[in-house]
């Protein structure tokens, strides 16, 4: 269903913002890109020493806990507490957090400091909820994202919600799920290979720290930023026409971050809407 919702797009962003990110070196090159591609400007850097000078021009943090250390944590703490006292906002990207207890001990310490943005796939965003969680590794479970999962999933973020209402709640999957204090909102753009490559959802984070950067609001940063990353997925399957070909589909995908924008009126594709 296309949305009630008229969506004005964010592009170009101006000014471009610097997106400070701690992330996980799997997909590290690709979330920097994934920035660049969208107009922003990455800085990867996860030395404290950096941080009192780099913060006078960050315009937006990621913080994905993908690959984490001791410390890595530390950093993590020192980033969110640099752009705290700026206003600068925070996406925190609780990947893995299914999968080890000390994962789950860090994304709660990170919750606590209140951030912009929480997000994980539907597995990750259910370990934070302290609900039942299949997720293995970094990968969301099938079982997680039946229609009654979902339905408990917004029942568990409404709850986080009211404990942390300056924080907007994504979880990804084949629907993604967005809570913000009492909205929940269902996106449903997307393709089934956005799931058979390794870290969509790190971009998907990315996108929401540059537009949120970029001055866009919270909502508004999340809800364009998912549905620009999907409908550049069913971009890329249009040209490469052939759901097999993930790597084709990976390149095409990431090339559409600077081609789909172009097209003023994409975000007229959106589909997706309050529930
Ligand atoms: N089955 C699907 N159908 C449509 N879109 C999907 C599907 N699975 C994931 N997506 C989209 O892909 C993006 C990443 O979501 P996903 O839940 O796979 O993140 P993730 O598991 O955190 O990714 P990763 O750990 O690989 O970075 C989201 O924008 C989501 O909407
Ligand atoms: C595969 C993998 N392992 C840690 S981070 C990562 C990339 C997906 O987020
Ligand atoms: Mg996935």
């Known amino acids: 269903m296309l949305f009630t919702h008229k969506f004005q797009t964010p592009f170009p962003l101006l000014p471009s913002p610097l997106v400070h990110c701690i992330t996980n070196s799997v997909t590290c090159e690709t979330v920097a890109n994934s920035v660049l591609y969208i107009g922003g400007k990455p800085i990867m850097t996860e030395d404290t020493r950096d941080f009192s000078d780099l913060y006078e021009q960050v315009g937006g943090v990621l913080i994905n806990i ?8 530390t950093a993590m703490i020192l980033a969110i507490e640099e752009a705290k006292i700026r206003n600068v906002p925070i996406v925190v990207d609780n990947v893995g957090v299914s999968s080890s207890r000390i994962r789950k001990e860090v994304a709660n310490r990170l919750l606590s400091l209140d951030p912009t943005v929480v997000k994980g796939n ?5 370990t934070l ?15 997680d994202q039946n229609l009654s999962a ?5 029942e568990g973020l409404l709850a986080l919600a009211r404990k942390h209402p300056n924080t907007c709640f994504l979880a990804t999957g ?9 909205q929940v909102v269902l996106l449903q753009n ?8 390794t870290g969509t959802g790190d971009v998907v984070g990315a996108l929401i720290a540059t537009l949120l950067g970029s001055g866009v609001d919270v909502l508004q940063s999340v809800l364009q930023a998912v549905s620009y990353f999907n409908l550049c997925g069913e ?22 971050l600077s081609l789909l924008k172009q097209n003023e009126s994409w975000q007229n594709d959106i589909r997706g809407d309050w529930l």
């Open 129 to 143: 909820c302290n609900l039942a969680s299949h997720g293995k590794g970094v990968d969301a479970a099938e079982e």
């Open 190 to 197: 997307g393709i089934e290979a956005l799931d058979q490559f």
């Open 150 to 154: 979902m339905k408990e999933l917004e």
């Open 235 to 256: 971009k890329a399957l249009e040209i490469v026409q052939n759901e097999a070909k993930i790597a084709s589909i990976r390149e095409e995908t990431l090339n559409q």
């Open 122 to 126: 539907v597995s990750e965003m259910r």
């Open 174 to 182: 084949p629907s993604d799920l967005v809570v913000y204090q009492s």
């Open 66 to 73: 993908g690959h984490l250390s001791e410390e890595k944590e």
